[in-house]
């Protein structure tokens, strides 16, 4: 145990950057008991709070992730100003590429500490039943946030889009140990482990549930483990799973009224259409490194395409987050990250969000009524006429419309097998849709590890 707390702490301060106060690493406990098992609920709800400062890191949730599913889609595009996300525009990766291995790296960080929250012994832990209880709790949403980390990790290096024949996924570490080696699973097995710690985190929290939502929007909550629910089974396919999560969560929160939509988004734990945030704030601000600075500050290095921005329909106030460039250009830069200090919360999941799942499940199976009654709340809260109907294109380009710059699109035309537009952008090469496994882990002598196709030298 305490090669591995070594190991993680250095991980977290060489990875997570400037971080806020609650980083896990940084409290006094952590000092103090360095060498020694987590005892105490304190401690595992500190070590929780370390998985949410991985997350918000610029080279995950802070920034890049984000980026990437923005960049190759047909709604935005990176102009390539202070050289930012050349490789990802250009699909020019190599096995070196620092997106392709900081993302790997940042995400693997937090597997590893949710995997410490996760096989803590909750008979070592002091206080009696009480404290042990709350530790299931946080055990709960460690798992929860394993099944998160490993779909994102799927979608970006897993073989699930590219038709490769090994449909090869991702490593698959369910405890820490620094020193193993292991190889890649396929996508179905994948898949699998994310179902097992979504369904077996949900259960450990609604076991517990006294404990949840104590910090409001910033924790992981019940909510939220089916919001993600309805996002994973929603990307799979499994229209009638995501039609049961969406009803679960249907009327807990509202879609934001079109005279409060600018303004919700500098409203950090407090929307009533947010259901989970990362907490940043002045001390985790991520300066001149945040989705803020590329969108609209500085760089402006990733722009909405005219096309896209011409979607929007008179009265529809989205566009008000949606600023023109200088000398008409038609160069628009997203104003959903309001704070050039980059101090906003990151919105992760919006209820309008479940929302639009539920109208796609509902259109595949469901009750068109249903669908309909679902897409007239976002409709008729944006400043648009309700509408009679409602159809696969038609959510399509709403999604588009509701959800942009949020990190959606590219996932969201890989799914539905959107041939129409110009996913590949540089490319006729399918394989690299899906990013390099990082040189440093493929180069490790004894690795069971294999690299994607498509790059170096690698066919």
Request: charged residues 20%.
């Amino acid at each position: 145990m305490k090669n591995i707390k070594q190991t993680l702490l250095l991980l977290a301060l060489s990875l997570a950057g400037a971080s806020c106060s609650e980083d896990f690493v940084k409290t006094e406990f952590y000092q103090s008991v360095e060498q020694a098992p987590l005892t105490s609920s304190t401690e595992v709800l500190s070590a929780v709070r370390g998985i949410y400062s991985s997350m918000r890191s610029v080279n995950y949730l802070g920034r890049d992730y984000i980026a990437y599913a923005e960049i190759r889609s047909d709604e935005m595009y990176s102009n390539g100003r202070g050289g930012y996300f050349a490789s990802v525009n250009k699909y020019n990766m190599t096995s070196d590429d620092n997106y392709a291995r900081d993302t790997y790296t940042q995400i693997y960080t937090a597997v590893a500490k949710a995997n410490i929250v996760i096989n803590t012994d909750v008979n070592s832990i002091t206080g009696g039943a009480t404290e042990q209880a709350k530790v299931k709790f946080y055990q709960g949403q460690a798992k929860v946030l394993r099944a998160v980390l490993f779909f994102d990790l799927l979608k970006l290096y897993g073989q699930k889009y590219t038709g490769h024949a090994e449909q090869l996924g991702i490593v698959l570490p369910l405890v820490y140990d620094s020193g193993a080696l292991q190889a890649r699973s396929s996508v179905s097995a994948t898949e699998a482990q994310i179902e097992a710690d979504f369904a077996q985190g949900l259960a450990l929290m609604q076991a517990n549930s006294a404990y949840n939502g104590t910090e409001g929007k910033v924790e992981l909550t019940i909510n939220a483990a089916l919001a993600y629910m309805s996002r994973y089974y929603l990307y799979k396919g499994d229209y009638a799973s995501v039609r049961n999560y969406v009803s679960q969560l249907y009327g807990k929160y509202s879609v934001i009224p079109k005279d409060s939509y600018v303004t919700s988004w500098t409203l950090s734990n407090s929307a009533p259409n947010s259901i989970f945030e990362l907490s940043l704030g002045v001390q985790g601000a991520l300066g001149t490194n945040s989705l803020a600075t590329i969108y609209k500050g500085s760089y402006r290095n990733i722009v909405v395409k005219p096309a896209m921005y011409s979607t929007y329909a008179t009265g529809d106030v989205r566009k008000d987050v949606i600023i023109q460039g200088a000398s008409n250009t038609f160069r628009y830069m997203l104003n959903k990250y309001p704070s050039l200090q980059g101090s906003d919360n990151l919105k992760l999941i919006r209820y309008e969000e479940v929302l639009l799942n539920g109208v796609e499940a509902e259109l595949n199976g469901g009750s068109a009524a249903t669908a309909l009654q679902y897409y007239n709340e976002i409709l008729t809260n944006r400043g648009l006429p309700a509408a009679t109907s409602v159809s696969m294109t038609e959510l399509k380009a709403e999604r588009a419309k509701e959800l942009i710059g949020e990190g959606f699109r590219m996932w969201d035309l890989l799914r539905w097998g959107d041939t129409t537009t110009p996913l590949l952008g540089e490319t006729t090469n399918v394989n690299l849709l899906a990013f390099p496994i990082p040189r440093a882990v493929t180069d490790i002598t004894g690795t069971p590890v294999k690299a994607n196709p498509g790059y170096d030298n690698y066919q």
